[in-house]
């Protein structure tokens, strides 16, 4: 059974940073991208970043690019979001993916979501 599971996520001020984690088991998912996405209050799922095995190409949103950084350790089947520069607008659910492409836009083959972790920033 394939889990992923999100840590990190709290409070914070606005122009403070976070680290979110999400450890993958059940499986490797060594053939396709992890990644993040977010869900603000009455807004639709957005996609953040995504990290790509091998070679762990990295992709961003424009809204976040320069700010956060995604990174991965294979061998652990984890991956993490460190999110610097924080402002309101980055209040959301943080929800951690696998087996993700690229098709026009990134989605999960087979639906591979974690459970989330919740982001506030303050202003």
């Known amino acids: 059974q394939v889990r992923l599971v999100e840590s990190g996520g709290g409070l914070v001020q606005a122009g403070g940073s976070l680290r979110l984690s999400c450890a993958a088991s059940?499986?490797?998912?060594?053939?396709?991208?992890m990644g993040w996405f977010r869900q603000a209050p009455g807004k639709e799922r957005e996609f953040v970043a995504a990290i790509g095995w091998p070679g762990s190409t990295t992709y961003y949103s424009d809204s976040v690019k320069g700010r956060f950084t995604i990174s991965g350790d294979n061998a652990k089947n984890t991956i993490y979001l460190q999110l610097e520069d924080l402002n309101p607008e980055d209040t959301a659910v943080y929800y951690c993916a696998a087996d993700l492409i690229f098709r026009g836009s990134w989605f999960s083959r087979h639906d591979y979501w974690g459970q989330g972790t919740q982001v506030t920033v303050s202003s």
């Open positions: 059940g499986r490797t998912f060594s053939d396709y991208a």
